[in-house]
T-cell receptor, first 113, second 113 residues
């Protein structure tokens, strides 16, 4: 089944404790992206990747890191999480930007205490 | 930078009434995409519009892309309870090697049976 998977789905952590949210797609997509969703603010792009080893900042990259060492995986790293990073995070992928249809993962709800 | 404004933020209708959400970009878009997110779910792709003045239909849903490629609308005829959710537009912009995808904040549609 074609899908985007994220882990964990739910995470409660404390300020400053490094964490990684994994994202994997099995559709051989070149483009992958991370978003955060907050009430009243919609979906805001954190980072995106056009292909392996190619990443770029979205609208809200501060406090986040990403890497794209292989095509299928695009982990989101929070080196020192803070409470303002409490949010719902979505990973998405598409075959190529401009060709439409981003497939979204199920989401990761992160709470930073 | 590119901004995508979406109105209204909320819309409550009686089942059977029509619904429209509007999207307006501050810059000319390469294309526009529409997504639906059910409560507790993840965004799901509905459609992509590419051409100036394009109109596409999916059963009771009609999508339009403005002549200037800066605005778009989604119209639902005779809403049903299954239409409940948040509808997002997302504007894509290509400029040389620069790529930008910006989501509107979404319109939350609730339907009273």
């Amino acid at each position: 089944e074609a899908q985007v998977t994220q882990n964990p789905r739910y995470l409660i952590t404390v300020t400053g404790k490094k964490l990684t949210v994994t994202c994997s797609q099995n559709m051989n997509h070149e483009y992958m992206s991370w978003y955060r969703q907050d009430p009243g603010l919609g979906l805001r792009q954190i980072y995106y990747s056009m292909n392996v080893e190619v990443t770029d900042k979205g609208d809200v990259p501060e406090g986040y890191k990403v890497s794209r060492k292989e095509k299928r995986n695009f982990p989101l790293i929070l080196e020192s999480p803070s409470p303002n990073q409490t949010s719902l995070y979505f990973c998405a992928s598409s075959f190529n930007p401009g060709l439409g249809e981003q497939f979204f993962g199920p989401g990761t709800r992160l709470t930073v205490l | 930078g590119q901004q995508v404004m979406q109105i209204p933020q909320y819309q409550h209708v009686q089942e059977g009434e029509d619904f429209t959400t509007y999207c307006n970009s501050s810059t000319t878009l390469s294309n526009i995409q529409w997504y639906k997110q059910r409560p507790g779910g993840h965004p799901v792709f509905l459609i992509q519009l590419v051409k100036s003045g394009e109109v596409k239909k999916q059963k009771r849903l009609t999508f339009q892309f403005g002549e200037a490629k800066k605005n778009s609308s989604l119209h639902i005829t005779a809403t049903q309870t299954t239409d409940v959710g948040t509808y997002f537009c997302a504007g894509e912009e290509w400029g040389g090697s620069n790529y930008k995808l910006t989501f509107g904040k979404g319109t939350l549609l609730t339907v009273n049976p």
